[in-house]
């Protein structure tokens, strides 16, 4: 586990109840399938049962987005975790995926009103993205997952006061 992460670790409320969508990126798939692999077993380790995890593939991080939107509307999930790396190249096509990709996600958590969370790494070269997909910085999809189950609690917490 790397450092930073410790914080998430603390006081982890049970995933028995909540289900989840995940929506992967098929690009840079050596990445991303262990970005799964980190979500996937994080969720199943707090309690998630399998039959509430519904994972879907898209093309590139640059569809993360719809395919977010579509569990969103098509599902009744109560976290969305989006899955992508994009790797710095040697044109401005990475500022403009990250850029839109970032902005997407954010606008889907605003307008749906359920957690959608920002699991794209954003890295300079391939070493780098292998060192936050299991490596030396850890595995962001394992930290997108402990997000995810901490903001659907906190939704339901707010729901529950809310109702009393």
Known sequence: M????KPL???IPSARDMSFGIVVSEWNPAITESLLEGAYSTLISN???PKNIDVKHVPGSFELTLG?????EYTSVDAIICLGCVIRGETPHFEYICQSVAHGITELN???GIP???GVLTTENFDQARER???KM??????SALVAIKMVSLQQQMEEETDS
Request: cysteine-free; charged content about 10%; hydrophobic content about 45%.
């Open 2 to 5: 790397a450092t930073n992460l």
């Open 9 to 11: 670790y603390n006081q």
């Open 47 to 49: 309690g998630a049962l």
């Open 68 to 72: 977010a939107q579509f569990f969103a």
């Open 110 to 112: 605003l307008q749906y």
């Open 116 to 118: 959608f969370i920002f």
């Open 133 to 135: 997909a299991g490596g």
């Open 138 to 143: 850890g595995n962001k999809g394992e930290e």
